[in-house]
């Protein structure tokens, strides 16, 4: 079992900095992805960033130019260094990760932090 701990999350004015964290942990043998989702209310969750074993980013185009992610492996942890914050990103921001465990390295499995609350407003 893998747990995911967010951290980072508030209220900021609009033209702001929040910088969010998320470290796995748990019985791990490998991880392939970690990345970060919002869920504003009334919409369905959508993608933000994510980091890919080997450096690969992908952004949602809402966060590119604006958003930065990444990623220390040492510590199984990613970071997403948010600026440039709108009202429109006020939302719950959730961390993802697939990983494997060391009793089958070969499956990977989602985990879902329970979400950090993102406010953008004035």
């Known amino acids: 079992q893998v747990q995911l701990a967010e951290s980072g999350g508030g209220l900021v004015q609009p033209g702001g900095s929040l910088r969010l964290s998320c470290a796995a942990s748990?019985?791990?043998?490998?991880?392939?992805?970690m990345g970060w989702y919002r869920q504003a209310p009334g919409k369905q969750r959508e993608l933000v960033a994510t980091?890919?074993?080997?450096?690969?980013?992908n952004y949602a185009d809402t966060a590119k130019g604006r958003f930065t992610i990444s990623r220390d492996n040492a510590k199984n942890t990613v970071y997403l260094q948010m600026s440039s914050l709108k009202p429109e990103d006020t939302a719950v921001y959730y961390c993802q990760t697939t990983a494997s465990s060391p009793r089958n390295v070969l499956v990977f499995y989602e985990y879902w932090g329970q979400g950090t609350q993102v406010t953008v407003s004035s």
């Open positions: 748990g019985s791990i043998a490998s991880i392939r992805t």
């Open positions: 980091t890919i074993s080997g450096g690969r980013t």
